[in-house]
């Protein structure tokens, strides 16, 4: 019996304790592999270009250079065809239209279930888009 095909997975997030905890979910899958991270949008660049992953996902809120929404504008540009997924701690409408229009096809909010974090990322390897419930709420609502 095959294993199955492993996804290759690019983690953009500035904090190292969440990229992790990522790299822990995401490994949990059997089909799922975090083949690289970055903490910033520079060294996410120079990630995708060498490693050609299948999924980018990226943190809306990076502190240096570049932010995530930049970052996602200039990897759609440069790689059309890479999925991104979005996930951040900030919650609402004005959050999720900002990353879609960036060109991520999904928004996860980190405070989902991990659950959801796995069907989004799935989803979004599908080339359909996904919005967690979270996400889409105000965070004055949470």
Not at 8 to 34: C, K, N, W, Y
Not at 90 to 105: K, P, S
């Amino acid at each position: 019996m095959h294993a199955p095909v492993k996804r290759r997975i690019v983690v953009v997030d500035d904090h190292p304790t969440m990229r992790e905890g990522l790299r822990a979910i995401l490994q949990s899958a059997d089909d799922l592999v975090v083949c690289g991270e970055a903490e910033n949008g520079e060294k996410a660049l120079a990630a995708v270009e060498e490693l050609k992953p299948d999924l980018a996902i990226v943190d809306i809120s990076l502190r240096e250079k570049l932010d995530g929404l930049e970052l996602t504008r200039r990897l759609r540009r440069r790689w059309p065809a890479l999925p991104i997924l979005t996930f951040s701690l900030h919650q609402g409408e004005a959050y999720c239209d900002a990353a879609l229009a960036a060109g991520a096809l999904g928004y996860c909010a980190k405070g989902e279930p991990k659950q959801v974090l796995l069907k989004a990322v799935h989803q979004v390897l599908q080339g359909k888009r996904f919005i967690s419930k979270l996400a889409r709420m105000n965070s004055d609502q949470s």
